[in-house]
């Protein structure tokens, strides 16, 4: 091997060392598709309560104040209980795939993915708070799916690069929803369920699959 062909070797490895320290490569991949499951029920459950309270509509003959306003509430402990589940999924096989790698869960560089993730998302939770605040329910799902896909952008220069993805199908998928708004559980079917176990079983089979064979 020649002395150029070495130095080319040494800085590749001194590349590699770089990206490693900068990303945080203990994401799971079954992070996603538990949420994505997760989604997915959470979205059933949503459908048969839309379905229970137009019955309830039809029955009464009449619009009811009251009884919308406590199926909305239903609509949102279910949004909070999905996301909470999803959370603790991903925690947990995160930290499972760090503690097979020997690696920390939090540590600097899972800070940034959690800050960059946090910002846009907060937002958009303020945002959507605004909606609802002010009745506009039907533009609540697209905002969930364009607020989170930013937040996943944001997050994906330090983690994972197929995240970036992720986010960008997130926000296309929002904005498509706006031009259907009465079909916002179908979308956030679709991007917070199929496409999270889609992205999450690709990653699992690029970045885990082999770790887990062995």
Same mark, same amino acid.
């Given at each position: ?39 997915? =029920? &959470? ?22 104040? +009251?009884?919308? !306003? ?16 999803? !959370?603790?999924? &991903? ?9 097979? *790698?020997?690696? @920390? ?11 960059? +993730?946090?910002? @846009?998302?907060?937002?958009? &939770? =303020? ?14 799902? @697209? ?10 952008? *944001? ?5 994972? @690069? ?53």
């Amino acid at each position: 091997m020649t002395e150029q062909q070495n130095l080319e070797t040494t800085l590749s490895d001194i590349k590699r060392i770089m990206e490693r320290s900068s990303r945080f490569r203990s994401l799971s991949g079954l992070s996603a598709v538990f949420a994505g499951i997760s989604a997915l =029920a &959470g979205a059933g459950v949503a459908l048969f309560m839309f379905r229970a309270y137009y019955d309830r509509w039809v029955a009464r003959g009449h619009y009811d104040d +009251a009884d919308f !306003a406590q199926f909305r509430l239903q609509l949102i402990i279910l949004g909070f209980a999905v996301m909470f589940l999803a !959370a603790a999924g &991903g925690h947990y096989f995160t930290w499972r795939r760090a503690k097979k *790698n020997n690696l @920390p869960v939090f540590d600097a560089t899972s800070k940034k993915v959690i800050i960059n +993730a946090l910002i @846009p998302m907060l937002a958009g &939770g =303020a945002f959507i708070l605004g909606l609802i605040y002010n009745n506009l329910d039907v533009l609540v799902a @697209p905002s969930c799916l364009v607020f989170y896909g930013m937040a996943l952008l *944001n997050a994906s220069k330090y983690t994972l @690069p197929d995240i970036r993805y992720l986010g960008i199908s997130e926000i296309a998928l929002g904005i498509l929803n706006v031009f259907f708004l009465r079909r916002g559980l179908y979308f956030w079917a679709l991007g917070f369920g199929f496409m999270h176990i889609f992205y999450g079983l690709l990653m699992w089979w690029k970045y885990e699959r082999r770790t887990s064979e062995e």
